[in-house]
Nanobody
Framework: VQLQASGGGLVQAGDSLRLSCAAS????????MGWFRQAPGKEREFVAV????????LYADSVKGRFTISKSNAKNTLYLQMNSLKPEDTAVYSC?????????????????WGQGTLVTVSS
């Protein structure tokens, strides 16, 4: 599975941004797919995950109500809509895929990773 994330950039606090992650090599309809982020000097942390069916979703408490994860199986693409961005959301965001179907939230449980895309939120 190859994953390609895009959509990062520099925005102001309160703005919105949508990240995309294009998958190839294996369809997203058979994979749980997640977003993780890593801020400078901090450990990688879970953001959100969507099940292969699209019916189960989990969010980190820090983004619940502001971020929305979704995917298009037809386009084999994962999305992360980020609203009401805060400076503390600044990080490199990476997409990942997991074939286990267990809706995992730990980064080490994911076997496939895309390169990160930088999101910078200014105050």
């Amino acid at each position: 599975v190859q994953l390609q994330a895009s959509g990062g950039g520099l925005v102001q606090a309160g703005d919105s941004l949508r990240l995309s992650c294009a998958a190839s090599g294996r369809t997203s309809s058979t994979l749980d797919m997640g977003w993780f982020r890593q801020a400078p000097g901090k450990e990688r942390e879970f953001v959100a995950v969507i099940s292969w069916s699209g019916y189960r979703i989990l969010y980190a408490d820090s983004v619940k109500g502001r971020f929305t994860i979704s995917k298009s199986n037809a386009k084999n693409t994962l999305y992360l809509q980020m609203n009401s961005l805060k400076p503390e959301d600044t990080a490199v965001y990476s997409c990942a895929a997991d074939p286990s179907g267990e809706l995992n939230t730990h980064w080490y449980e994911y076997g496939y990773w895309g390169q990160g895309t930088l999101v910078t939120v200014s105050s």
